[in-house]
């Protein structure tokens, strides 16, 4: 949980400046150099792999080799859902594999409100990849939308449950990272004892439906 609780360090850089140490650092080595960093850091991810049980899809390090705007091909979509911040967003999604926003940062958006309404209507919210606008989450599913917001708040972050996860289009790396299979970093698995649980960062669901 310790992890998760920290604000990302980057928070404090632009998008561009935290685009431009990423890509700096990666793309100034040769050709061969980089194939040998990522290789070590595929083998590196190895140890203390953990498999988490089904319906929970593992992924490997290969879905987060960099690519085009950090561990993603495109930026967050600009107009973010919920009043999310746009450069939080970007940092936390595309340059940042272990940090989070800050615990509670989804209480000061418009989260709550818009949701009651969306689960009024629909009897469901679905979350969106920031990055890609592909469904990655649908709740509440087997629990009531105050049992979700109540656990959610008692955590920090949304918190889901395995039967919310849209398995399409998420995994969930050796370490316990939830990602998107578009490269997308989401959150982690801190399972407890009634299973996985989810711990997402809002900025990183907060997407749009793709058209």
């Known amino acids: 949980m310790a992890r998760h609780s920290f604000f990302l360090l980057a928070s404090t850089l632009t998008s561009a400046t935290t685009s431009t140490l990423f890509t700096t650092a990666f793309t100034s080595l040769p050709s061969?150099?980089?194939?040998?960093?990522?290789?070590?850091?595929?083998?590196?991810?190895?140890?203390?792999?953990?498999?988490f049980p089904a319906p929970c899809v593992m992924g490997d390090e290969t879905i987060m080799a960099p690519k085009k705007h950090g561990t993603s091909e495109t930026p967050v979509q600009k107009n973010l859902r919920w009043n999310c911040d746009y450069e939080t967003a970007d940092r936390i999604c595309n340059?940042?594999?272990?940090?989070?926003?800050?615990?509670?940062?989804?209480?000061?958006?418009?989260?709550?409100?818009?949701?009651?309404?969306?689960?009024a209507e629909k009897g469901e919210i679905t979350f969106y990849d920031s990055n890609t606008g592909k469904p990655l989450f649908v709740a509440p599913k087997g629990r009531d939308l105050d049992s979700f917001l109540k656990e959610s708040q008692s955590h920090g972050w949304p918190s889901f449950r395995d039967e919310e996860v849209v398995?399409?289009?998420?995994?969930?790396?050796?370490?316990?990272?939830?990602?998107?299979?578009?490269?997308?970093?989401?959150?982690?698995n801190l399972p407890d004892n009634k299973g996985s649980r989810y711990c997402i960062n809002l900025v990183s669901v907060a997407g749009r439906p793709e058209k």
């Open 32 to 51: 061969t150099a980089r194939s040998i960093n990522f290789n070590k850091l595929t083998t590196r991810s190895m140890f203390g792999k953990k498999e």
């Open 95 to 119: 340059f940042n594999r272990h940090y989070a926003e800050y615990a509670g940062y989804w209480t000061t958006t418009t989260f709550v409100e818009e949701a009651r309404k969306e689960f």
């Open 167 to 188: 398995w399409d289009n998420v995994r969930c790396l050796g370490d316990g990272e939830a990602v998107s299979v578009d490269g997308t970093h989401l959150g982690h």
